[in-house]
């Protein structure tokens, strides 16, 4: 992949920031973005509100896939009442022309944006293998790293991840696609959680794991979530789009969401 830009913000975004760059060549890109948002009780002073992020590229905004509205709630934000100002990740895979684009950061109150790159994956549009290599911070429940998948297909996804186990609580990873839990069903007490850490795994060494969803999305936006237990690790994923010509990526440009 090439790294067209790499920003470390590391800042309080109290107004809305624009940011405008440019591409010198069409394709598929990734826009990675890392922020924290606090909760009411954490921002304390009597607040009645929390830290909340949304973002816009290039006009497009990005609801809950149930509702036209609900921007700071949905997957594509940073929600202060979910993180309670643990690190999330968003990446952003979307099809640009050669021309500028605005990246539109829109606060409620404070919350905290560290870091930016914007990449372009290279010819292949069938698939993308990333390497994520990253842990969670230590937390409970909440969501951590997130795809948002702007007018791709989706056949496929594979992914590696390690849950381990600990004397008082675990790791664990849960896995949402479009709103819906993907289940353990080898597993009584993490149903729903995907990967589960376990005394057994641990024993017999087989605390990192690699699983394969088989799901046929058609073009459009989807959303792709890992939520975290603890402190479980994300190595690698490989998305898998099927055949998309870069017609029909291309007719997808002018949509707004």
Not at 130 to 148: H, K, V
Not at 173 to 178: C, D, Q, V
Not at 192 to 199: D, F, P, Q, V
Not at 224 to 230: P, S
Request: hydrophobic share 35%.
């Amino acid at each position: 992949m090439q790294i067209i830009k790499q920003e470390k913000f590391n800042k309080k975004i109290l107004e809305v920031f624009d940011y405008e760059f440019e591409v010198q060549e069409e394709g598929l890109y990734i826009i990675e973005i890392s922020a924290r948002a606090r909760s009411q009780k954490q921002i304390g002073l009597n607040k009645t509100d929390d830290d909340d992020l949304r973002i816009e590229i290039d006009g497009r905004k990005f609801s809950k896939l149930d509702k036209k509205e609900g921007y700071f709630n949905s997957p594509a934000s940073f929600s202060g009442g979910k993180l309670h100002n643990l690190k999330k990740i968003i990446y952003f895979l979307i099809y640009f022309s050669k021309s500028k684009h605005f990246i539109k950061f829109i606060p409620d109150k404070n919350p905290f944006l560290e870091e930016m790159s914007i990449k372009l994956t290279g010819d292949k549009i069938s698939d993308i293998n990333l390497d994520i290599n990253q842990q969670a911070e230590d937390g409970d429940r909440r969501p951590w790293t997130t795809f948002i998948l702007v007018n791709l297909p989706l056949k496929s996804l594979c992914v590696e991840a390690t849950t381990k186990w600990r004397l008082k609580d675990s790791d664990d990873l849960k896995l949402i696609i479009n709103n819906k839990i993907q289940e353990n069903k080898l597993s009584l007490f993490h149903k729903n959680w995907l990967w589960a850490g376990s005394i057994f795994k641990k024993l017999f060494q087989n605390e990192t794991q690699s699983k394969t969803i088989k799901i046929d999305l058609q073009l459009g936006l989807h959303y792709i979530e890992f939520w975290a237990d603890k402190m479980p690790v994300l190595y690698k994923i490989n998305l898998d789009f099927g055949s998309p010509t870069q017609e029909k990526l291309k007719f997808g440009l002018g949509l707004v969401y």
